[in-house]
T-cell receptor, first 111, second 112 residues
Framework: ETGVTQTPRHLVMGMTNKKSLKCEQHLGHNAMYWYKQSAKKPLELMFVYSLEERVENNSVPSRFSPECPNSSHLFLHLHTLQPEDSALYLC??????????FGSGTRLTVV | GESVGLHLPTLSVQEGDNSIINCAYSNSASDYFIWYKQESGKGPQFIIDIRSNMDKRQGQRVTVLLNKTVKHLSLQIAATQPGDSAVYFCAETLKGIDGLTFGKGTHLIIQP
């Protein structure tokens, strides 16, 4: 596979559930990102990992917990989410802040 | 606040015509700009990029123009096709800062 792949594509979860989103990049990039895309709003940067270290979290609520075990994999752990957290969650990677490539996203619905 | 914005939320053009999508940015320090296309149900797809040391860059059927004086970015699509229907975003970043800042997007509609 090439590019950035995200799983699952769709996820429906209750407010008391715990789930994780997965992202894998096959581009040899050294940075990975989580973005949130809500209806009628610009893409919002949530987390940045550069060389596997978190460098930005943009005041994201603690119910979102990222994990980057290596330069190719990124996870977003979710727990006790709210309905307003329903959105498209996009993963991206870059090499030294260039060549940004996005995955297809996970469409999350919190019920 | 939002540092990158688009002038029009929707742009409707006739198939075969040229399309121009505009973007204004407010951070004069930004040195790298990207245009993305996002189709329904998909993630943003890279179209073309430009660095601040250039004012024009051409790709296949697309041209990006950068006017640093007025902090304006535009995407020109030649001979628009039905497959060009999508939402187009501009994004900016600068050296030393991780992550892109996006505008709200322009929905390009192709009329037959």
């Amino acid at each position: 596979e090439t590019g950035v792949t995200q799983t699952p594509r769709h996820l429906v979860m209750g407010m008391t559930n715990k789930k994780s989103l997965k992202c894998e990049q096959h581009l040899g990039h050294n940075a990975m990102y989580w973005y949130k895309q809500s209806a009628k709003k610009p893409l919002e940067l949530m987390f940045v990992y550069s060389l596997e270290e978190r460098v930005e979290n943009n005041s994201v609520p603690s119910r979102f917990s990222p994990e980057c075990p290596n330069s190719s994999h990124l996870f977003l752990h979710l727990h006790t989410l709210q309905p307003e957290d329903s959105a498209l969650y996009l993963c991206a990677s870059s090499q030294d802040n260039y060549g940004y490539t996005f995955g297809s996203g996970t469409r999350l619905t919190v019920v | 606040g939002e540092s990158v914005g688009l002038h029009l939320p929707t742009l409707s053009v006739q198939e075969g015509d040229n399309s121009i999508i505009n973007c204004a940015y407010s951070n004069s320090a930004s040195d790298y700009f990207i245009w993305y296309k996002q189709e329904s149900g998909k993630g943003p797809q890279f179209i073309i990029d430009i660095r601040s040391n250039m004012d024009k860059r051409q790709g296949q059927r697309v041209t990006v123009l950068l006017n640093k004086t007025v902090k304006h970015l535009s995407l020109q699509i030649a001979a628009t096709q039905p497959g060009d229907s999508a939402v187009y975003f501009c994004a900016e970043t600068l050296k030393g800062i991780d992550g892109l800042t996006f505008g709200k997007g322009t929905h390009l509609i192709i009329q037959p």
